[in-house]
């Protein structure tokens, strides 16, 4: 890709941040479905399936608005190269917060297709700012330390996620909860927050001065970036994987209950660890992937992962016995990191590997081992995203932003894997539909493996 580089380490750094900001808004507003499930769940009697379509509606815009930005590449050419990603990032933003708005009618008229409709219109906007976001990142600088960059946007798009449980339950669940109001009622100010914010974001964002980063020539109307054989199979292990990841965060407040008769209130806090958990695992990555020097590295991940492991633990409100846990599973994905010798595709294999043997765990034990089990796949699902985005995109060159947007488009995991668990859960029950799980992290090892080599375009 031809590009025009920031000159400075200043501008390199603004840029940076404010990206990462917009990283931490949508973990945030993701993790946010978490806790409307059981949220809509209870107020409109649902299925374990029919609640489960929340992500459905929401990551399912992404599959189509994925599909209809590849379209007009084809045809007409990238529209990131037109455009630039600063207004690419600005029109996702004002799509976001109309998505959040929509919550407004939707509470007054009590209908869960309205809701769902609204969280479609919500992930339109955020398709957009990851299709321009993730790229970005991965080109604001030296090749070579794609991943780091990508790993710490990634790590604060993750903090967004821990916090939004541990926030948005106590709204929800608390807060703003009326047993005497209509379905629906308690998460319509949240989310009115939320859209609010987005505007602010964009109003904020049209004034930053950021480096354009866009391909000089545009990008020719073809298929060139689905020649490439790593791209193809990191599509799939950009679905396998969010749809895991998702499946895991919309279950475990139910799972927590059926398990151990934990109350929905309460369970919100364990599952900060599950989405804290992919914070720590992707600071840690940012360092380790850093051009630090090892000791350094080793005193920087331990500082940020146990001070980080201590926040939510004192946010969470859980006793520290039950902290103890989650601490021995922290220093498991410390050694995962140096067994795979902080190489991307070895690293992935084994985080891939060590996440089924810990929803075998969860599948096969009821006490508090499975729970703690299951909740810390958060740290081996941590680098996950940024390593197998920065593999597939390696060697498009001036195909990379059309290649993005076919990874984004495969985030549509994340709507299908749920609702099939979801169907599973209704028929074998929820703690045996973690069998389905398994399979797509075994593909998630051998992407990591082989299948993220990179070839000769075919």
């Not at 197998?388 to 390696?394: E, M, P, V």
Request: charged share 10%.
């Amino acid at each position: 890709m031809t590009t025009s580089r920031p000159s400075t380490r200043i501008q390199r750094t603004i840029a940076l941040i404010a990206v990462t900001v917009l990283f931490f808004m949508w973990g945030f507003i993701t993790s946010m479905n978490d806790i409307l499930i059981p949220e809509f769940k209870g107020d409109f009697n649902l299925s374990y399936f029919q609640s489960f379509l929340v992500q459905t509606a929401f990551f399912g815009a992404y599959f189509v608005g994925s599909v209809i930005y590849f379209l007009i590449s084809l045809r007409i050419g990238d529209p990131i190269a037109s455009i630039g990603y600063k207004n690419g990032m600005l029109t996702g933003l004002l799509i976001s917060g109309l998505g959040c708005f929509m919550f407004i009618p939707a509470a007054a008229s009590a209908s869960y297709g309205f809701f769902l409709g609204a969280l479609f219109i919500l992930g339109l906007g955020l398709t957009l700012l990851q299709i321009c976001c993730n790229p970005y990142v991965s080109i604001l600088g030296p090749e070579e330390s794609a991943a780091s960059r990508l790993n710490t946007a990634q790590a604060f798009n993750s903090l967004g996620t821990t916090l939004a449980p541990l926030i948005g339950g106590y709204f929800v669940f608390q807060y703003f909860f009326d047993s005497t109001q209509a379905a629906g009622s308690s998460v319509k100010i949240p989310y009115i927050v939320l859209g609010g914010i987005f505007v602010l974001m964009a109003l904020i964002l049209r004034f930053i001065s950021l480096p354009k980063l866009t391909d000089d020539d545009g990008l020719p109307s073809s298929l060139g970036a689905f020649r490439y054989r790593h791209l193809r199979l990191g599509m799939i292990a950009i679905f396998v994987y969010v749809g895991a990841e998702v499946a895991i965060g919309s279950s475990l407040i139910s799972y927590y209950d059926e398990l151990l008769q934990i109350p929905e209130k309460v369970g919100t806090r364990y599952l900060a660890f599950y989405w804290g958990g992919a914070m720590i695992g992707r600071f840690a990555g940012a360092i380790f992937l850093s051009e630090m020097s090892m000791v350094k590295k080793i005193l920087t991940v331990l500082a940020a992962s146990f001070g980080a492991t201590y926040l939510v633990y004192e946010v969470s409100g859980l006793a520290p016995e039950q902290v103890l846990y989650f601490v021995l599973f922290l220093l498991l994905n410390f050694g995962a990191f140096f067994l795979g010798k902080f190489k991307a595709d070895k690293t992935l294999s084994i985080f891939a590997i060590i996440a089924a043997v810990l929803l075998v765990v969860a599948l096969m034990t009821n006490s508090y081992w499975a729970l703690w089990a299951v909740t810390a796949i958060g740290l081996f699902n941590s680098i996950m995203w940024s390593n197998i985005f920065t593999l597939a995109i390696r060697g498009l060159g001036k195909y990379t932003a059309q290649g993005s947007s076919l990874l984004v488009m495969m985030v549509v995991g994340g709507a299908l894997v749920p609702m099939i668990q979801g169907a599973l859960a209704d028929h074998f029950g929820l703690q045996q539909s973690f069998g389905l799980l398994i399979l797509l992290y075994c593909y998630l090892f051998y992407y990591g493996w082989r299948g993220s080599r990179v070839e000769s375009p075919s």
